[in-house]
């Protein structure tokens, strides 16, 4: 199966997602640091990362802009963790180019 990066800074959609991909099988690294996950995926490849737009340091948004970026955006979807559930929030799925 794939290794997948999560870059989040909240914790409990780190584990949600942690479990469900675990489960299906895949190898799980995360980081809640945008500068951290970006450090973390230039030494170490991964086959998709799961990217949160708001975090601190870099955000979604200057991760895929960086100059040394080695990512492409795949697809995007939406999710997020309410009080009462799941509704929408942005997310990008990237492909190592």
Not at 83 to 94: C, D, F
Request: aromatic letters at 8%; glycine letters at 10%; a negative charge.
């Amino acid at each position: 199966m794939a290794h997948i990066f999560i870059a989040d800074d909240d914790p409990l959609d780190i584990d949600l997602l942690n479990f469900k991909l675990k489960r299906a099988g895949h190898e799980v690294s995360h980081s809640g640091d945008g500068e951290v996950a970006m450090l973390e995926l230039l030494a170490n490849p991964v086959d998709l990362v799961i990217l949160d737009m708001l975090m601190p340091g870099i955000d979604g948004i200057e991760f895929i802009h960086q100059p040394h970026n080695i990512w492409r955006v795949q697809g995007w979807w939406q999710f997020v963790r309410k009080q009462e559930g799941w509704g929408e929030m942005t997310r990008l799925g990237l492909r190592r180019n």
